[in-house]
C-alpha cells in the first residue's frame, strides 16, 4: 500500500484547505493526517496474530506488510464492513462534536481512496534500507511533492 507519508499528508492538506477557508483548525488538520496514517496499525495487530515469533518486531511487521505477505495483511478496517462500521460511528460522533467526526473521517476515507488506488497500480519502486523493504508506487514521490507544497502554500 501507500507509504506512511502518503497516507499523513493527504489527510493533513486536506483538513489545512478546510482551516484556511475557516471551518477547522490546524490541530483538527494535524488529527486527520495521523489517523490517516494510524489506520494501518491494523497491519500490526494483523502480525502479532499470525507470527510464529518476533511479534512485536516492527521491522517485521513492516517487510510482512510491503514484501513477504504470509498472511492477510488488513483487518475488516480496510474492508467494506470497516467502511460501513467507520461511518456509522463518524454519522452518531458528528452531532456531538462535527469538527471531530470530520476530521477522523478524512483520515480513515482518504487512507481508503489511497490503499484503493494502490490496487490499481502496481508499477513501484523497490529497495531495502537498513533491512526495511521498501515498495513505492512510482507516481507516489511526486503526489508527496505535490501535497507538501501546497501544505507550504497552506502555512504561509
Known amino acids: 500500500s501507500m507509504l ?10 486536506l483538513g489545512g484547505i478546510l482551516t484556511r477557508l475557516g471551518y477547522f483548525t490546524w490541530e483538527y488538520a494535524l488529527l486527520a493526517g495521523i489517523i490517516g496514517v494510524l489506520v494501518d496499525v491494523d497491519h500490526l495487530f494483523e502480525h502479532v496474530a499470525h507470527a510464529k515469533k518476533d511479534k512485536w518486531d516492527l521491522r517485521k511487521t513492516w517487510n510482512q506488510s510491503i ?23 463518524l454519522l452518531i460522533l458528528a ?21 484503493d488506488i494502490h490496487y490499481q497500480k502496481e508499477e513501484y519502486y523497490r ?21 507538501f507544497i501546497g501544505i507550504t502554500v497552506l502555512l504561509l
Not at 506512511?4 to 492538506?13: A, K, N
Not at 504470509?70 to 456509522?88: C, D, I, M, N, P
Open 127 to 147: 529497495f531495502s534500507l537498513f533491512g526495511w523493504n521498501v515498495r513505492e508506487e512510482h507516481h507516489e514521490p511526486l503526489l508527496d511533492t505535490a501535497l
Open 4 to 13: 506512511p507519508q502518503t497516507h499523513f499528508l493527504l489527510p493533513f492538506f
Open 95 to 115: 452531532p456531538l462534536n462535527w469538527s471531530i467526526s470530520l476530521a477522523l473521517g478524512i483520515g480513515y476515507y482518504t487512507h481508503i481512496v489511497l490503499d
Open 67 to 89: 514484501v513477504w505477505h504470509h498472511w492477510k495483511q488488513r483487518s475488516f478496517l480496510h474492508h467494506k464492513s470497516g467502511e460501513y462500521l467507520v461511518t456509522a460511528l
